[in-house]
Structure formats: structure tokens, C-alpha cells
């Protein structure tokens, strides 16, 4: 038997090493969680960076199936993500997304008792809450896109993993919408309580979103039933608006002698906004709106505009809720896992 070379020895092991370096490359990427979506970005090849394992479980509602399902924090916070917002928007406004919907859920797991969730659940997966879909629901909505699609969206939420905004260190109510008027709300306007962080602040890219203006057409004789009022035809104006909010929607209204609030219009007709316009034509009310939601907290077209001129998620955070700050989603997960 003849001896080995050296020369042959070399080879060998440099050829060895060189089969094994793709492998060393790729796991440090590989996704160390379970979670279905994970496996599909790894199938998929990507480039992007993969989600760690994430620390709890959220019980999530599945409306259709009428079923609870427990589904891994951040591979929700990608699925609400995927739901709440466009994936063709900016990295910096999906990363901001991101940050919100996990800011959002973390608080709902602190809180001791879950509001318009099923017994057992924390949260639905519609607009009761945050929309969620799963990437079977993905794929079908995304068609050929899908992957593409969610690579981009899972980079902006691992880019923020474990991330969440607080408020003198606890996470706040990180509510957003689609589009404002040119002002975000404050939360008074909306809701009852004045929360410090969710101010009115300017908005005012906005005009150029695609859901900024919106018209709706509706009989008189609806109007007056929807409402239970009687509206005097002979004059061209519908109502008197008594008060605006500091976003500068209608705050109240009066229409034949019976006052409303601007949310309660918004609702009752169905508007895309509580900043309205209207006058008769004809045998109907011609409604117009400035704005898409109820206008507290993220203007979600608003971040894509800012991050479109150069801002970062954490401008675009900093503007939307003032005084806030990014911290750490560890120690209160921490303490829901305890009380499980």
C-alpha cells in the first residue's frame, strides 16, 4: 500500500471544506421556530433575515373557522403586518407597521381581560382588533407575488424583533389608520379618554394618498330615516356644524334641531371620515370626506410618504406618537408567561 501524499492530503481537506461552507453560511439564518411561515421563507431560499423563536404563543380568534389558534408573536405581528398594510409600501413605514401591531398585541396579553375577544382568546383576527391572515390566506390574495411579498415583510419585522413602543414604561395603545386629513385626531376627539401620546400633529403628505377624498351619494328619504330627522329641502345646506375637532373634523353637527357628533355621522352613514361636507342636489345628499379612518395615532399612508422622503421608522414613530419611546417587549411577555 503505497503512502499518501501531502499534496493529496491538502486537497482533499480543501475540498471538504469547500462543500461545507454553504452550509455554514445558511444556518446561522436558518429559522430556529416553528412557525409555518419560517419554513416557507426557508423553502423559498431567502435572503432575508429569518425570525428567531418567538417567546409566547397569541391566542387568536380565527373568525371563519370560529376556532382559537395559537399562533407565535412574531409570526402574527408578519401576518398583521401582510393584512394592515400594503406590502409595496416602503421598508421604513412596514417596519413602523410592524412595531405597532407588535406594541398593540403585547399590551392586549397584559391586559387582565380581553374586550370583543371569544373566552380563551386575546384577540380577533379582524378590525375589531388587527387583521390577520395566515399564509395560506396570503398566497391566495398574493397570487405569484407571495413570496416576494412576504420576504419583504418578514426583513421589517425582524428588523424590529421584540421591539415595542412605551409611555413612562408601559406599552401604549399604538392605534393607526389608513389616511388623515392633513391632521391625526386626538384621541379625545375619538374615544373618551385624552391620551398623552395621541395628539393631533400634521400630516399633511396625505393629500397625496389615494384614499384621500371620497364622495358618497345617498336619497333624502334614506338620510332622513338612517338619522330620524326631516331635512328642509328648500335650502341648499343640510345641517350646521357647531364644532370642530383640533384635527379639524366635524366634532358636533345640527340637523333640524337634533345634534350630533361627527363619529356618530361617520358611523350611522357609513363614511370614510368624520371631515365631511354635504349639500342637497337634487333628490339627494351629496356627502363628500377628507381622510380614510378615525385619524388617532399612525396615519399609515402618512408613514409611507415620510419614509419616501428619507425617514426612518423611528422619525416616523417619534411623529405619529409624541414622547414615546422603543423599548424592550421582554419583561412584560415575561410577565404574561408567568401567569399562564
Do not use: C
Not at 499518501?4 to 492530503?9: E, G, R, S, V
Not at 397584559?110 to 395560506?136: F, I, R
Not at 340637523?255 to 349639500?279: H, M, N, P, V, Y
Request: aromatic share 10%; proline share 4%.
Amino acid at each position: 500500500m503505497k503512502p499518501i501524499k501531502p499534496a493529496l492530503f491538502i486537497f482533499g481537506g480543501l475540498f471538504i471544506i469547500i462543500l461545507l461552507i454553504p452550509t455554514l453560511l445558511v444556518t446561522p439564518f436558518m429559522d430556529q421556530s416553528k412557525g409555518k411561515l419560517g419554513e416557507e421563507l426557508t423553502v423559498a431560499k431567502s435572503n432575508v433575515p429569518v425570525l428567531a423563536e418567538s417567546p409566547v404563543d397569541v391566542p387568536v380568534y380565527r373568525s371563519q373557522a370560529q376556532q382559537i389558534e395559537n399562533i407565535p408573536l412574531e409570526e402574527y405581528v408578519i401576518g398583521v403586518v401582510a393584512s394592515e398594510m400594503p406590502a409595496e409600501f416602503e421598508t421604513e413605514a412596514l417596519k413602523a407597521q410592524a412595531l405597532a401591531a407588535r406594541t398593540y398585541i403585547t399590551k392586549q396579553l397584559m391586559n387582565e381581560k380581553t374586550y370583543g375577544a371569544p373566552a380563551g382568546s386575546v384577540v380577533t383576527d379582524t378590525t375589531m382588533h388587527q387583521v390577520y391572515k395566515n399564509q395560506e390566506e396570503l398566497k391566495k390574495q398574493w397570487g405569484n407575488d407571495y413570496i416576494a411579498k412576504l420576504n419583504k415583510i418578514t426583513e421589517a419585522v425582524a428588523a424590529t424583533q421584540g421591539k415595542i413602543l412605551t409611555y413612562d414604561q408601559k406599552p401604549i395603545d399604538a392605534s393607526f389608520f389608513s389616511t388623515s386629513n392633513g391632521y391625526t385626531e386626538n384621541s379625545e376627539a375619538y374615544w373618551k379618554e385624552a391620551i398623552p401620546y395621541l395628539k393631533s400633529v400634521n400630516s399633511t403628505w396625505d393629500e397625496k394618498s389615494p384614499k384621500f377624498y371620497d364622495q358618497k351619494i345617498i336619497t333624502i328619504k334614506e338620510f332622513e330615516q338612517t338619522l330620524g330627522v326631516k331635512i328642509d329641502t328648500s335650502k341648499e345646506t343640510v345641517g350646521t356644524i357647531k364644532e370642530l375637532t383640533p384635527g379639524k373634523r366635524v366634532a358636533k353637527v345640527e340637523i333640524s334641531g337634533k345634534e350630533f357628533t361627527g363619529r356618530q355621522i361617520r358611523e350611522k352613514l357609513e363614511l370614510k371620515s368624520s371631515d365631511f361636507t354635504w349639500k342637497i342636489k337634487g333628490n339627494s345628499i351629496v356627502i363628500e370626506t377628507e381622510g380614510f379612518g378615525h385619524g388617532v395615532g399612525m396615519s399609515q399612508y402618512g408613514a409611507n410618504f415620510m419614509a419616501e422622503a428619507g425617514k426612518t421608522y423611528d422619525e416616523i414613530l417619534s411623529h405619529y406618537y409624541q414622547g414615546t419611546e422603543i423599548g424592550t417587549a421582554e419583561p412584560f411577555l415575561s410577565k404574561y408567561t408567568a401567569k399562564q
